[in-house]
């Protein structure tokens, strides 16, 4: 899991010098725009799987921990229950939040791409759900994503069917 995340990361962080690399170029102000919101994107997918990434890393800690309490227990006959327990409740808690940032991450990243590609495809999936996946995004605080869905609702390119 650790291994899926910080490949994911490192797409991230690639994808963002390319983005910058494009805003520098980048003339018109439609276009650059654009860009603006998707490095905002990119940022947030980066600090979710930081953070999924910092979760997972303490959770493998807490087992490596727990797993020595319960070693040492068992050698010198001593109950370490009182340390064991908490270290793993722990390492759950953290491979809980970092399963949630990953799990947000994968979401905006499978989200994204269907509000780009709406204005395009009059038919497609992200036309048709226009509506859910705007206010999907307003209720995770994605507001650049939720502007450019609003843009291609009021722009007429798309038609929202309910």
Do not use: W
């Amino acid at each position: 899991m650790l291994l899926s995340m910080t490949n994911r990361d490192s797409r991230v962080i690639g994808s963002a010098h390319e983005l910058i690399k494009d805003l520098d170029a980048a003339g018109e102000e439609p276009r650059r725009k654009l860009l603006v919101e998707q490095i905002q994107v990119i940022y947030r997918r980066a600090h979710n799987l930081r953070l999924a990434i910092i979760l997972s890393a303490v959770s493998i800690l807490f087992v490596a921990v727990t797993v020595l309490l319960l070693f040492t227990g068992q050698v010198i006959g001593a109950h370490v229950d009182y340390l064991s327990v908490p270290c793993f409740g722990v390492s759950l808690l953290a491979l809980v939040g970092s399963l949630y940032f990953f799990i947000r991450d994968v979401t905006i990243s499978l989200m994204a791409p269907e509000l780009e590609i709406a204005p395009h495809k009059a038919d497609s999936f992200a036309c048709r759900n226009l509506a859910e996946i705007s206010s999907r995004f307003a209720n995770s605080g994605h507001v650049s994503i939720l502007r450019t869905g609003l843009m291609i609702i009021r722009s007429g390119k798309c038609h929202s069917r309910r």
